[in-house]
């Protein structure tokens, strides 16, 4: 086949919104404009769309949008074509990778299962690939099925009684549960990865659009659904996910590697053999990072990034991004990207942006205030969000007086800020105009932008929660960014904080076998230092899989 780039049409020519799995080549081959377009760069009208690759907005000039497809084409003309079009970037053969995990015969060995830390992405994945070849995982999960963990976090936005195993941030499928389910990454992979796991979310249930769109995302009401399909998947083929239990420890003996958990519901202690454990425990696993700090694995601070949620309303940014006088037509949410590098040298940007979206508390300990954002599939909120973060370096959490803790020095360092949001929102999320924000007074009404934030929240002074330089730098970097996006900058828009968990304060090092320095243990995803998202700690976590599979078989 052919694939054919950068064919543009009219966001007028094709209503996206339409598109389905069923129907969609269907559309595709019968719109003119578009088969007008093909003909007019393969000099023929004898093809057939057999695949949409991508499809992405181009909203640089607002009287022009268009959309950009890259569409895979069948023709009894490819060979003709292609040798006439020579080094043509945009008429190429198609070349696409489809991974294949690696295949093994294990009918003569006696395996004894593989140890997983965590049910989030990477977990999930290293989970699910370890199962498909046959070695029979065990999860450790110390949260709740994602039914029941939705109860327990509904209830801590209406009342604000955390459960500390059970909320944004632990129980199954991680962080990610309660967020956008954004899948784009900067990943670069010529594996064929990426679509593996494109094609796993499709196949549990998520959205087809994830298979074309250049900025896919899953939306967290479907990305609920896909987490329970991959743990039916999972146990159908042996794999066995232990919920309401919680790592505690690990020893040798015999070499042999004995796991320690305890169980959340009688607080039963118990110990198991594995060989081998993969710690894919997410960014907010503090106790394991404290008990892990006091054991042989290398572990080193990381640099991460903090600072503050940001809200306005969707329709200001679909004006700003899309143009007035396209806003009423059938186009997706818009959203932005922003960056700023300050006077000071601090690197400043919009992180986790929410299309109509919310901003959520996100706190997973008692007396701790953290957000995030979230976005169902049709991001169809009132009000779009994203965290305005500033880097921040190990030398930082010296500098404010953590130096002693170590490797452990950057979750002190969170710790320290969100106690403060605390605080200043008096249990609640605290929330201040960016007008009051830039004089550094507590806000005392709201202005025409009502917060769209699920749990409680109140009124302070944002620049008490985070240290002067990230006050500095989101202020001058906003004043940037009004510039680039008219509005952003708007006196009545509304900040919440704090945004702490950008990424795991620490990182354990691992050789090019994705083991830690220590035998058998396998550090993975985001919580371990190794990705960034939803796609990249699926991939770490296949990776990893792959890593412990040939280390298991070789040595039995």
């Not at 109860?151 to 962080?175: L, Q, R, T, Y």
């Amino acid at each position: 086949m052919i694939r054919l780039n950068q064919i543009k049409i009219g966001v007028d020519c094709l209503d996206i919104k339409k598109l389905n799995k069923e129907n969609l080549l269907d559309i595709l081959n019968n719109n003119l404009e578009i088969h007008k377009k093909i003909k007019s760069v393969m000099k023929t009208s004898s093809f057939q769309i057999k695949k949409l690759v991508k499809l992405s907005l181009d909203a640089r000039d607002k009287n022009r949008l268009q959309f950009i497809l890259t569409l895979d084409i069948k023709s009894d003309s490819e060979k003709s074509i292609l040798s006439k079009e020579g080094n043509n970037n945009n008429i190429m053969s198609t070349n696409d990778i489809i991974y294949q995990h690696p295949v093994y015969d294990l009918s003569s060995k006696n395996i004894i299962s593989p140890i997983i830390i965590g049910a989030g992405p990477a977990g999930y994945f290293a989970g699910l690939y370890l199962a498909r070849m046959g070695f029979k995982p065990i999860i450790i999960e110390r949260g709740k099925p994602v039914d029941e963990r939705i109860k327990d976090v509904e209830n801590f936005w209406n009342n604000n009684k955390i459960n500390p195993e059970s909320n944004v941030s632990f129980g199954e499928g991680g962080a990610g549960t309660f967020s956008d389910g954004k899948l784009n990454t900067g990943v670069k992979d010529k594996t064929g990865r990426i679509r593996a796991v494109i094609d796993d979310f499709i196949s549990f249930g998520a959205p087809f659009d994830i298979s074309y769109l250049s900025k896919p995302h899953i939306g967290t009401n479907e990305l609920r659904n896909v987490m329970k399909n991959m743990r039916y998947e999972i146990e159908k083929l042996g794999g066995r996910i232990m919920f309401n239990t919680r790592f505690v420890g690990f020893s040798y003996n015999d070499n042999k590697l004995l796991i320690r958990y305890i169980s959340n519901i009688n607080n039963e202690e118990k110990f198991i053999e594995t060989s081998a454990l993969i710690l894919a425990t997410g960014h907010s696993a503090r106790d394991t990072f404290k008990y892990l700090s006091n054991t042989k694995i290398n572990m080193e601070p990381k640099p991460f990034a903090i600072g503050l949620r940001i809200e306005h309303p969707s329709m200001l940014i679909n004006k700003a991004q899309l143009g007035e006088q396209n806003i009423d037509k059938n186009l997706p949410a818009a959203d932005y990207k922003m960056t700023y590098h300050t006077s000071d040298g601090r690197n400043v940007y919009s992180f986790c942006m929410c299309p109509g979206g919310y901003v959520v508390n996100a706190s997973s300990d008692d007396n701790q205030s953290v957000v995030n954002g979230m976005s169902n599939h049709a991001r169809d909120g009132r009000n779009s969000n994203s965290a305005i973060v500033c880097n921040v370096t190990p030398e930082d959490y010296i500098n404010e007086g953590f130096g002693e803790y170590g490797v452990l020095s950057g979750v002190e360092f969170q710790k320290k800020f969100e106690k403060a949001a605390f605080k200043e929102g008096k249990g609640a999320i605290p929330v201040q105009l960016f007008k009051d924000y830039k004089e550094n007074r507590v806000s005392v009404s709201l202005g025409e932008i009502k917060p769209d934030i699920k749990g409680k929240y109140s009124l302070g002074n944002l620049n008490n929660c985070l240290p002067a330089y990230v006050n500095n730098a989101i202020i001058e970097a906003i004043a940037d960014y009004d510039h680039k996006l008219k509005g952003f900058g708007d006196d009545n828009a509304v900040l919440s904080g704090v945004e702490t968990r950008t990424s795991s304060p620490v990182k354990l090092p691992r050789d090019e076998n994705y083991m830690s320095n220590l035998n058998g243990i396998f550090p993975c995803g985001e919580g371990a230092g190794y990705a960034g998202g939803i796609t990249s700690a699926a991939i770490d976590g296949i990776k990893v899989a792959e890593a412990v599979a040939e280390y298991i078989y070789n040595r039995n």
